[in-house]
């Protein structure tokens, strides 16, 4: 909230006698205005700059970042400047690309479900695994039958 001050001025002063007393109060309040998209993309730009370096390849933004302005603030020395605080945040989130996943399936096509699970269990990025397959017959041969479903949590 940006500050506002009031002004007081009376046709007489405190304490002094009159029959008709006239009192004004103003008060005079800044604004600030932004454009909004631009904050948005500006936004954008540097939380894919700070998620960049920790984030390896197969990361993309999920929807939009998300901003809302929390505080603006005017300073007047030397030069008029508006301090504009904000929160941004977005979400990333892994895919696969097709050829990772037919590089996945070709892997365990043919494979028993406890073959397969130790191979997926052992690629990187991988914390947990589950194959939803009989216990005792192999998985298709054919990587047409075989799909993936990748959870992020």
């Known amino acids: 909230m940006l ?3 009031p002004t007081k001025t009376s046709d007489h002063p405190i ?3 009159a ?5 004004s109060v103003s008060e005079t309040c800044s604004a600030v ?9 500006k936004a954008t730009g540097f939380l894919t700059r700070q998620a960049k370096p920790t984030m390896k390849t197969g990361y993309s933004l999920l929807g939009d970042v998300h901003v809302s302005a929390t505080q603006a603030s005017l300073t007047h020395m030397p030069h008029p ?17 097709h050829k990772t996943q037919q590089q996945i399936k070709t892997l365990i ?11 997926l269990a052992s690629l990187p990025g ?5 194959i939803m397959w009989g216990d005792d017959s192999k998985l298709p041969k054919d990587t ?7 959870i992020v949590a």
């Open 109 to 119: 096509a043919g494979k028993t479900k406890q073959e397969a699970l130790q191979l």
């Open 81 to 97: 400047l508006v301090f504009l605080t904000f929160q941004a945040f977005g979400t990333w989130i892994y895919a696969l690309s």
């Open 3 to 5: 500050p506002c001050r």
């Open 144 to 150: 047409g039958y075989i799909h993936i479903t990748l």
């Open 15 to 17: 304490g002094a006698e």
């Open 126 to 130: 991988i914390e947990s695994v589950s």
């Open 33 to 41: 205005a932004f454009a909004s998209q631009e904050l948005v993309n």
């Open 19 to 23: 029959s008709h007393v006239t009192v």
